[in-house]
């Protein structure tokens, strides 16, 4: 199976901060990634696909980046709406495979 | 508007069968996949499996034993169902539609021994 290792697992962060938040994948992937915001109690919500490309109704504050095998998501400017969970997620071989999660609070 | 809206059981007993059904609406199973995924409680997500527009499916090895995916195009249902639970299959369960970008509330499903 591709590992997904996502980092950091927590991470606090001021209103208005940069904060980019990375996944590295064991195997090649390609732009076969995406990323995915669960608020507590809710259903998951897809941010960004094939890696670089924005979601239908995502705040343009958000990006997707890959260098090599590492996907970064990247808020460019922190909002209170933006503490969630984060997950990645390979779909380019079965089991498609999520990353650990990513844990952001607000400082 | 698309939607999606899993049901089913919320306690099973251990051992037993789990019997979800998804239900859409908004769009068609003939031209989109369904996509199962669980959390348990506290932790993250795990794909399970996936039934494809034209009926195809695939599963996460790890649950391809005991898991199966079908669907019934003209009631727009599609059914997970998965025996010899455990404890540990305690989770909420999301059927989303592929490729992802829409999911249902989720069902919490409690595996009691």
């Known amino acids: 199976d591709i590992q997904m290792t996502q980092s950091p697992s927590s991470m606090s962060a001021s209103l208005g901060d940069r904060v980019t938040i990375t996944c590295r994948a064991s195997q090649d992937i390609g732009n076969y990634l995406s990323w995915f915001q669960q608020k507590p109690g809710k259903s998951p919500r897809r941010m960004i696909y094939g890696a670089t490309n924005l979601a239908a109704g995502v705040p343009s504050r958000f990006s997707g980046s890959r260098s090599g095998s590492d996907y970064s998501l990247t808020i460019s400017s922190l909002e209170s709406e933006d503490m969630a969970i984060y997950y990645c997620l390979q779909s380019i071989q079965y089991p498609w495979t999520f990353g650990g999660g990513t844990k952001l609070e607000l400082k | 508007q698309v939607q999606l809206k899993e049901s089913g059981p919320v306690l099973v007993q251990a051992s037993e069968t789990l019997s979800l059904t998804c239900t859409v609406s908004?769009?068609?199973?003939?031209?989109?996949?369904v996509i199962w995924v669980r959390q348990p409680p506290g932790k993250g997500l795990e794909w399970m499996g996936i039934?494809?527009?034209?009926?195809?499916?695939d599963y996460n090895s790890a649950l391809k034993s005991r898991l199966s995916i079908n669907r019934d195009t003209s009631k727009s249902q599609v059914f997970l169902k998965m025996n010899s639970l455990q404890t540990d299959d305690t989770a909420i369960y999301y059927c989303?539609?592929?490729?992802?970008?829409?999911w249902g509330q989720g069902v919490m499903v409690t595996v009691s021994s």
């Open positions: 989303t539609r592929a490729p992802l970008d829409y």
């Open positions: 908004g769009f068609s199973l003939t031209n989109y996949g």
């Open positions: 039934i494809w527009r034209n009926g195809n499916t």
